[in-house]
């Protein structure tokens, strides 16, 4: 409609991005622009404070349920709701597996041990010291008859994560599910064939690749005839999260994975188009909202790309399927309370970034065995998501966004950067076996390391406003005497007749199937593999890499900290703060959370005879510029014979003059905005033993 015929129309001003800037940095006065309003974030570079259609993505993002998917792979809304169960007691599975089913939740994301994983059996040498590590203790069909009993198969969503012994382990699912007349034909299940995710996590891939082939072709294809709905294959990038991978770098790692399993078609005899169809995506969106969103928008665009560069036309594409996982990176043993905000965020990212299956951790897991009070509250983050805040009704709710639309693009740009590197360094089973992708990112998590440490990367609870005097929930620990005892029992009665297991040349599914079916438990399955492959090969091996939290250095000095409390010493610091309250206030608070952060006892006071009396080994004084510049040197002098054996002082020097002035009156040191607090927090404890 004509404006001008119409005056009540008005007009969107139109932003001039040149005079805006101008009339910021005016109101500014002198501050730096960048400095001041542009995000530093670890996870994604800059997020500037404006974005408009100028400087977002330009490309066509089609709609919601069509390639090239970046607004999502279903046209409608909805996802499902599955917990992660890995710890060892099939017992304790079910339970908290049934009440979680009650309470709202849609599926089962269901974690085996190291035993299951890699056909260790329990007495073996490398199986005894695997049992119950990562995941559920189910190695034959009794247990998991234990595991699954009353959860109807046909009504769930099923992730399984059996490593690469995964076809032997389902074998069992579907027996039970057979044996109790349930039909999971339509079933929308995952089964979690990741070999080279598998290598990455475990250090080497049991009986080697050749039987890891015959794995991957035989479930396509029985998957495809049987259980259409369902994806055998994976790609999951939480191994690479863990060891301190980007969101870039994660999808760029995903689609070098993805491609050297559709490389594999020719090899298995399988329809490239199966191979994509039967493969699913399991990534982590990370800490930050919005990087998090971006990240599976762009994960769908590399996806699409992939596929296109090998040959399919648009009409070809299968949608991608992706479970997105919380980061147990940011996991906190200490407050765990406030995981509950970083799980929720994260969740919030999943579910506006499109996810298909999202998992949300409890918030106590990091203490050992969650509680029924943290899986609940996991649960309800979702549920209360869904029904309450109705994102189950809406599609890319993102979609538009500027910021959004621009921080997919620039993912998706760097992604396929870091794809091609790998593509150019031989792909990815070559990043893992020639041991190159570690130090790559290792050289990626330095600047957060580095960030966390000097407390520039907040971690809320543990570095930054951590509680005085806390007191952590008690939690079962991970392994229980009652699992040792299930270890040594199922040995103890193994069924001879489940050590022996011959399989045909063909070596079918339903051949394993009947197997399993018959009593022959998943270490005799694995070893029948083996041998039907000619020979038990030597596969691939490599240093796992390395499974990270970001809290755990300052939850290292909270636990020393206990230790020198258990004998009998006393951890604390002396504030003495000079000056007016007002005048000390800043620097005082700044060192009450860094001391607090490394398990020190607080003591604040302001006279000679208060510190002498208690007689702390370690003060900090506190207060301002002009306080410390009044100071002369037998001022300091007399405070450390009041008997501290450390002095240090909450700032830093205006010049290297007062730094000299400050060393030559026996000042130890300072501590300020940006210091290593790990490293002078670990110093400040030893002069405690």
């Known amino acids: 409609m004509d404006s001008a015929a119409n005056p009540t129309s008005v007009s969107a001003p139109r932003i001039d ?10 109101e500014l006065r002198g501050a730096d622009f960048d400095a001041t309003l542009v995000k530093k974030s670890l996870e994604i570079g800059s997020i500037q404070p404006i974005y408009s259609k100028l400087v977002a993505a330009a490309k066509e993002v089609g709609n919601p349920g069509q390639v090239p998917f970046i607004r999502g792979s279903r046209a409608a809304g909805g996802w499902s709701n599955a917990p992660r169960y890995d710890i060892p007691s099939a017992q304790s599975v079910r339970a908290a597996a049934l009440q979680d089913l009650e309470g709202g939740s849609h599926g089962l994301w269901l974690q085996l041990d190291a035993c299951a994983r890699l056909g260790l059996a329990p007495d073996s040498d490398m199986g005894s010291e695997a049992w119950g590590d990562g995941g559920c203790m189910v190695w034959s069909l009794e247990d998991w008859r234990e595991l699954l009993k009353d959860v109807r198969l046909d009504m769930i969503d099923l992730a399984l994560d ?9 074998a069992s699912v579907v027996a039970v599910a057979r044996e109790r007349g349930e039909d999971i034909s339509s079933a929308r299940w995952n089964l979690g064939l990741d070999p080279l995710g598998n290598l990455a996590r475990d250090g080497f891939l049991p009986l080697g690749s050749r039987c890891m082939m015959h794995q991957v072709g035989t479930s396509i294809v029985w998957a495809k005839e049987n259980m259409p709905n369902t994806r055998p294959m994976l790609v999951s990038t939480e191994p690479y999260h863990m060891a301190g991978a980007t969101l870039a770098q994660q999808i760029g790692i995903m689609a070098a994975t993805f491609t050297h399993y559709l490389s594999l078609s020719e090899r298995l005899g399988v329809p490239i188009e199966d191979l994509a169809a039967g493969t699913g995506l399991r990534l982590v969106p990370g800490r930050e909202l919005f990087p998090g969103i971006a990240c599976l928008r762009a994960a769908r665009a590399v996806w699409t790309r992939v596929l296109s560069a090998c040959g399919f036309q648009q009409d070809e594409i299968p949608a991608p ?20 905000l ?6 919030l990212a999943a579910v506006l970034g499109g996810a298909d299956m999202i998992t949300t951790l409890a918030y106590d897991e990091a203490l ?33 966004s500027y910021l959004i ?19 150019r360094k031989g792909g990815m089973p070559a990043a893992l076996t020639e041991g190159w992708l570690e130090p790559l990112l290792a050289e990626t998590r330095k600047p957060l390391m580095d960030a966390v440490r000097t407390r520039q990367q907040a971690v809320t609870g543990v570095s930054s406003y951590p509680p ?4 952590l929930p008690e939690r079962e620990p991970y392994l229980k005497q009652s699992d040792e005892d299930f270890v040594r029992q199922w040995v103890k009665t193994r069924n001879p007749e489940s050590r022996c297991c011959v399989l045909t040349v063909a070596g079918g599914f339903e051949e394993i199937i009947s197997a399993a079916e018959s009593g022959i438990d998943v270490f005799a399955l694995t070893e029948a593999l083996g041998d039907l492959s000619g020979t038990h090969c030597e596969g691939p091996k490599m240093t796992p890499l390395p499974h990270l939290r970001d809290s755990a250095g300052f939850e290292h000095l909270y636990d020393r900290a206990e230790e020198l409390r258990a004998a009998g010493l006393k951890p604390q610091i002396y504030l003495m703060t000079l000056g007016s309250a007002a005048s000390a206030a800043g620097r005082l608070g700044f060192a009450k959370q860094l001391f607090t952060a490394g398990g020190f006892d607080l003591i604040v006071g302001d006279s000679l005879d208060d510190l002498q009396s208690h007689q702390a080994a370690v003060v900090c004084l506190c207060g301002s510029d002009e306080s410390y510049a009044g100071m002369q040197a037998a001022d300091f002098a007399v405070v450390k014979s009041a008997g501290a054996k450390f002095l240090v002082i909450a700032g830093n020097p205006p ?10 009156a026996g000042v130890n040191g300072c501590v300020a905005l940006g210091c290593d607090a790990i490293t002078v927090l670990t110093m400040l404890q030893e002069v405690y033993g």
């Open 162 to 170: 059996g490593g690469a012994n995964s076809l032997c382990n389902f």
């Open 321 to 340: 399927w992706i479970h997105a996982i919380n980061s147990r990176r940011t996991l906190t043993r200490l407050d765990p309370w406030t995981n509950q």
């Open 342 to 347: 970083r799980s929720t965020s994260q969740t």
């Open 468 to 471: 005085a005097d806390q007191e």
């Open 17 to 26: 991005l040149d005079t805006w800037r101008a009339q910021v940095e005016k």
């Open 368 to 400: 050992g065995q969650p509680s029924s009070t943290g899986r609940r509250v996991a649960r309800n983050t979702q549920n209360i998501l869904a029904e309450e805040s109705h994102l189950d009704q809406v599609v890319d709710a993102g979609g538009g």
């Open 655 to 664: 010049d290297q003059a007062e730094s000299d002035r400050w060393q030559q």
């Open 405 to 423: 639309e621009s921080l997919t693009e620039s993912l998706a740009q760097e992604a396929w950067q870091f794809f091609q590197l790998i593509q």
